[in-house]
């Protein structure tokens, strides 16, 4: 069994390629557990190896289906590759796995908004506290939907500073309309 107990060095000295190293070989290793294909992902991250983690992380929730962590960086690499169907799986998966992550949660949000699936949307957004952006979420989904979105669209119009989200998500609805004042 590979020795990991130069990493925590490594790490600390942001020393990418020696860590690599040491976490591909501990990779390799009979029995190399969920962890080592994890914390290799984050490190080919570190480094800019980008779309390389992908297979290492994918790995990690082989070794280890409740590793919630692993999900939710899996669903951030497949969003970085462009695979917006993906990344929604990983992001579900990893809020059922720990329905406390409001990370995942607005990120299972957002792609599902950008798929298309509004009822989906909305019920990612519950128990998210309301922002500027919950509320585009909300308003986007309901004028989809065909619902009446006027008490959404007052609140999303009511933080001046929010104005531009606003104007945003009242501009990218097929259905709704702009308000003739702001």
Known sequence: ????VKLPQLLA???????EKLLRRAAGAKGAGAQVFYNLAKVIEMSGGGAKRIA???KAVAADARYA???FELGRAQIEA???AAAEQAFARALALDPADADARINLAR??????????ARAACDRLPETGEVLAILYRAACELGEDASDLQQRMLADPAERARALKA???VAKGSVPLRL
């Open 69 to 71: 962590v692993a999900w």
């Open 82 to 84: 462009g695979d917006w």
């Open 111 to 120: 792609l599902r908004l950008r798929l298309g699936d509004w009822m989906g």
């Open 13 to 19: 000295a942001e020393d990418w390629p020696a860590a």
């Open 1 to 4: 069994m590979v020795q990991l």
């Open 56 to 58: 290492w992380l994918k």
């Open 170 to 172: 009242l501009t990218r």
